[in-house]
């Protein structure tokens, strides 16, 4: 037996996790979120760029270090419009989807990621149905992912323990905390590191999945 399916809850991080990063899904939303706060705060895009890269870096999202920063900021009006993105050329998870439907655990999304953002993606993607709930990050107050708080905030909500818990994320820093906090860790969609301290690796998370339960 796989000694993940000891564990009941299951936590799956959303973009480049749920979705494989060649869709760039992100890469258009940095330039959205660097637009808005450029205008924002009358700043240049240059200027706006560096500010976003140095909240992502040490908060995990630009829009923690925007709420603890910069308060005349709506972060609503920041949020939506950053997530405006195409989606057109994202394909439907269609072996992912028939993956986590077989497999008989509790199952959650666990995003940085506002939650309008985390619905639509799922319904494109064709994954909505196949979780028991969406943790997204304004459940979090904005002190998302690796903050400590953001894990124990959804261990509460949903009531389990961490130690009940895997948790799959394409983040190391993400990885490090859950794992601190006695969750299982699955390292996904990153062919660019070798070394990590994750419990599983695995590119192709539809496979993984399934082989889980085989
Ligand atoms: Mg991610």
């Given at each position: 037996?796989?000694?993940?399916?000891?564990?009941?809850?299951?936590?799956?991080?959303?973009?480049?996790?749920?979705y494989?990063?060649k869709n760039a899904i992100?890469?258009?939303?940095?330039?959205?979120?660097?637009?808005?706060?450029?205008?924002?705060?009358?700043?240049?895009?240059?200027?706006?760029?560096?500010?976003?890269?140095?909240?992502?870096?040490?908060?995990?999202?630009?829009?923690?270090?925007?709420?603890?920063?910069?308060?005349?900021?709506?972060?609503?009006?920041?949020?939506?419009?950053?997530?405006?993105?195409?989606?057109?050329?994202v394909?439907?998870?269609?072996?992912?989807?028939?993956?986590?439907?077989?497999?008989?655990?509790?199952?959650?999304?666990?995003?940085?990621?506002?939650?309008?953002?985390?619905?639509?993606?799922?319904?494109?993607?064709?994954?909505?149905?196949?979780?028991?709930?969406?943790?997204?990050?304004?459940?979090?107050?904005?002190?998302?992912?690796?903050?400590?708080?953001?894990?124990?905030?959804?261990?509460?909500?949903?009531?389990?323990?961490?130690?009940?818990?895997?948790?799959?994320?394409?983040?190391?820093?993400?990885?490090?905390?859950?794992?601190?906090?006695?969750?299982?860790?699955?390292?996904?969609?990153?062919?660019?590191?070798?070394?990590?301290?994750?419990?599983?690796?695995?590119?192709?998370?539809?496979?993984?999945?399934?082989?889980?339960?085989?």
């Amino acid at each position: 037996m796989t000694p993940l399916l000891e564990r009941d809850v299951h936590l799956f991080d959303l973009d480049n996790t749920l979705y494989h990063p060649k869709n760039a899904i992100l890469e258009q939303i940095a330039p959205l979120m660097r637009r808005f706060i450029s205008n924002e705060l009358s700043i240049s895009i240059e200027e706006s760029n560096a500010l976003c890269d140095s909240y992502y870096q040490r908060y995990g999202g630009t829009i923690r270090g925007i709420q603890l920063h910069h308060s005349s900021v709506d972060l609503k009006q920041f949020s939506d419009f950053s997530h405006q993105v195409n989606l057109d050329n994202v394909e439907k998870a269609t072996q992912l989807k028939d993956a986590l439907h077989a497999f008989k655990k509790s199952r959650y999304v666990f995003t940085n990621s506002p939650l309008p953002y985390a619905t639509r993606l799922l319904k494109h993607i064709d994954l909505y149905d196949c979780f028991d709930g969406i943790f997204s990050v304004e459940l979090t107050g904005y002190k998302m992912k690796p903050d400590p708080h953001a894990f124990n905030t959804i261990c509460k909500h949903f009531d389990f323990e961490a130690s009940d818990a895997a948790f799959y994320d394409d983040q190391l820093s993400n990885l490090a905390t859950a794992k601190a906090l006695g969750m299982r860790t699955i390292l996904v969609n990153r062919a660019d590191i070798e070394q990590h301290d994750a419990c599983y690796k695995t590119e192709d998370l539809p496979n993984f999945m399934t082989s889980l339960i085989k």
